[in-house]
DNA sequence: GCCAGAACTGTTAGCGGTAACATAGCCATT
DNA sequence: AATGGCTATGTTACCGCTAACAGTTCTGGC
C-alpha cells in the first residue's frame, strides 16, 4: 500500500490530499497549524507528508497569501570581519518571529547594490536592511516606493529614506582626533582604504580632520591601499608613511586590520610604542584580542546595529511609531595599549 | 497625464500594461526581453514601467514558468573567512548564468542545517550546492528527492549524495605528517577546535594521526578549544600545551588563525622558530601573508571549490556527465617559515 | 494578386497554494 | 424538537505572471 513517489515529478498538496484522504485545504491548515483540525486528521496528513517527503511550495504559498516571510539584507562586503557581526545580529533576532534573512552583497558597488536591491524587490520581501544611506536616485527610488519597512544601517550622518541604525561615523573620527590629542600627539597621519564608494570611511576621516582642525591642527601626512591582505598592506603602508615623514608620532588607521598590520611592523621595527608612536584603529574587532599588544580602537556596535535593525523590521520594535525612527548608537573609545595613558 | 503611482497598492503587470496601452502579456515579454516585440512598443513599455517605478514579482513568474533563478548554498559559518573566499568563487562563477546565491548558514548544527535546507527546498531553488558530506537522514533524503542538482562540497572523503568538489581532509593531514616527520621532527603534538561536527577537521586529524603511525610515530599531546576570538585561543592553548609538554618540537594546528596566535605566542616568547619548535596551521588564508613569519599551511583551493561547484549546478562542466561527479582538488602544502627546510 | 511565412500582439488556462466563505455534524440549551 | 454555537472539513475564487496557442498585419516571391 505504501506509495512510492514518482522521482520525476514534485509533489503537490494534492498529492498529500490523496495519500490522505482529506481535502488540500485541509492538508494546508495541517501543515501551517492552522485552523481547527481534529488530532486523527492531522496524524494522517503528517504521517502522508512524511512518508512521501512533501516540501511545500513557498512560492504558491507566497503568491496565494501575498506574506513573504523573507527579509533583504544588503551589505557590501563579507570578508572584513565587520558585516559577519552584523549578520548575527540579525539572525539571532529574526530566529523567533518567522522571518528569515537573505543576504546580497555588493562590493561597494553602487551599480550591483542597485541590481541586488532590485533583484530583492522582485521577491517581495517584508523588509529589506540595508547598509548606508547613499544610494543611486534610483535605489532610492526603489526603496522608498517599496511599501515595507527600510532600515538603513551603520550609519546615521544623513537622511534615512525610512528608519536607521548606527553610529555617526564623523563623531567616531571627531572623539578619536580628540583623545589622540589629549594624550599629546601632534604629528599625525592618516591610512585608509582607496575606496570612493566606502562613505562610512570618508566621514570618519572628515570627522578626524574636524578633530584636528579644533586644535588648529592638520594630518601631517596620509596614505591609502586598495586590494590585498590587509594585514600586510597595514604593514606596508606603514613603512611607507614612516619612511616619507619620519617624524610623524600618531598613525591613525582607517580599519582595525590594517592597524594590526602596523602594529606588527612597528613591533618588527622596535618602535616605541605609545610612547614614540601611537596607534588606533576602529572597529574594535575581535581579532585584535590575540595581538601582542592591544590596538586602540572604537567598537562600531555592530552586533547591536543588527539586533535593533531588525527588531524595526519585524516591528517588535517601539510599537507606536508610525514613521521611520533613527536610532543612534554611540561607539566607546577602547584606548588598548597603542595610546599614552594621561 | 502622468501618473503618481498609488502608494498603497504595489504595481503588478496590469498597471503597466494600462500604462502603455498594450496587453500584460506583451509587456512581460518586453520586461523579459522573450519574443519579437517592435521598437516602438518596446519603448513604450519601458517608458511606462521606468516612469511607474515597477518591479516584477518573481514569485508569480517563477509560479507560473516553474523556474526558479536561485541556487541554495548551505555553509557552517561565516566568521572564519574560509566560507566567504568559496561564496566568491560561487557568486563569480554564477554571474552570467542568470543565477542567483542564497546563503544559509548553520553554525556546524545538523538540525540546524536541516532546517535551512527545508526553508531553501521550499523555494525551488535551480540547485543547492551544502558544504560537506555528512548530514541527517532527513536531509539527506531531501537532497536525494529534490530532483535538482546538488553539490557537496569541501570534501570527498565519503558518497557523495550527487556530485562533489573538494579536497581530502584525510590525506591533507597525511601529507602534513609526512612533511613535519621528513623535517626531522619527532615529539608532536596537535591543537583543534572540539566542534563534534566539523568532520572535515576530524578527517584531517585522522589522516595527520595515520601519517605519524606509519612512522611509528604518535601525537605526543593534544589540545582543544571551542568559541572566542581564535587568535587569542591559539596563544592560549599554545602556553598550555608547552607547558604541559615541554619537550614538543611540533605543533599542528587545525585552523591558522589558531596557528597564527600560536605564532605570535613563540615570537613573544623568543621561541626558536623553526629549529627548537616547528609550526603548522591549515587553510592559507591570507590574513597569514602580513604575520611576522610565514606559518607553514595547506591551502584548501575554497577559490576554486567554490567556481567548479557552480560550474556543476550551472551545467556548465562536462556537459556529457549524466549523474553525479567527484571533482578532487589536491592542495599544496605551503612551508612558509616555519618548518625547517630540508 | 495570391500565398507562405515572419513579425507582432492578444487570449486562455493554468502554476500550487491560501483567504473567505460555505457546509455538515455534534452537542448543550431552552 | 428547534435553536444556536461550536468544531471540523470542503468549495470557490483568486494571487500575478507565463506557456501555448490564436489571431492579425506585414513581407517578399512568384
New binding site residues.
Given amino acids: 500500500m505504501a506509495r512510492i513517489p514518482d522521482p520525476k515529478r514534485?509533489?503537490?498538496?494534492?498529492d498529500v490530499s490523496e495519500a490522505s484522504g482529506?481535502?488540500?485545504?485541509?492538508v494546508?491548515?495541517v501543515?501551517?497549524s492552522?485552523?481547527?483540525?481534529?488530532d486523527t486528521?492531522r496524524e494522517r496528513v503528517l504521517d502522508a507528508a512524511r512518508k512521501l517527503g512533501y516540501v511545500?511550495?513557498k512560492i504558491?504559498?507566497a503568491?496565494?497569501?501575498?506574506?513573504v516571510n523573507l527579509v533583504g539584507v544588503i551589505i557590501p562586503s563579507l570578508s572584513n570581519m565587520v558585516f559577519p557581526e552584523v549578520l548575527t545580529g540579525i539572525s539571532e533576532t529574526l530566529e523567533d518571529t518567522g522571518l528569515q534573512p537573505v543576504v546580497g552583497v555588493t562590493n561597494y558597488s553602487p551599480e550591483r547594490e542597485e541590481a541586488v536591491l532590485y533583484e530583492m524587490l522582485s521577491w517581495r520581501p517584508s523588509g529589506v536592511i540595508i547598509a548606508g544611506l547613499e544610494h543611486s536616485d534610483a535605489s532610492q527610488a526603489m526603496l522608498a516606493n517599496a511599501g515595507i519597512p527600510i532600515v538603513e544601517i551603520m550609519d546615521i550622518d544623513g537622511t534615512p529614506v525610512d528608519s536607521a541604525v548606527g553610529i555617526s561615523h564623523r563623531r567616531a573620527g571627531l572623539e578619536m582626533a580628540a583623545a589622540i590629542i589629549a594624550a599629546g600627539y601632534r604629528r599625525i597621519g592618516f591610512l585608509g582604504t582607496m575606496m570612493p564608494h566606502d562613505h562610512r570611511a570618508r566621514k570618519r576621516l572628515d570627522g578626524f580632520e574636524e578633530g584636528l582642525a579644533k586644535a588648529g591642527l592638520t594630518l601631517a601626512d596620509r596614505e591609502f591601499y586598495s586590494g590585498g591582505s590587509a594585514l600586510l598592506k597595514g604593514r606596508e603602508m606603514t613603512a611607507a608613511i614612516l619612511s616619507r615623514t619620519p617624524d610623524l608620532d600618531f598613525l591613525y588607521y582607517s580599519n582595525d586590520m590594517i592597524g594590526a598590520g602596523g602594529l606588527l611592523y612597528c613591533l618588527d621595527k622596535g618602535i616605541d610604542i605609545p610612547n614614540k608612536l601611537g596607534l588606533a584603529g576602529f572597529n574594535g574587532v575581535e581579532l585584535l584580542d590575540g595581538l601582542p599588544r592591544r590596538l586602540a580602537t572604537m567598537d562600531a556596535c555592530r552586533y547591536e546595529i543588527g539586533r535593533i535593525a531588525a527588531e524595526i523590521v519585524a516591528g517588535k520594535h517601539r510599537e507606536g511609531v508610525i514613521g521611520g525612527e533613527v536610532v543612534e548608537l554611540t561607539p566607546t573609545l577602547e584606548p588598548g595599549d597603542t595610546i599614552r595613558r594621561a
Fill in positions: 514534485t509533489l503537490t498538496l494534492r482529506v481535502s488540500e485545504m485541509t494546508s491548515r501543515l501551517r492552522r485552523g481547527d483540525v481534529s486528521t511545500p511550495n504558491a504559498g503568491l496565494a497569501s501575498q506574506r
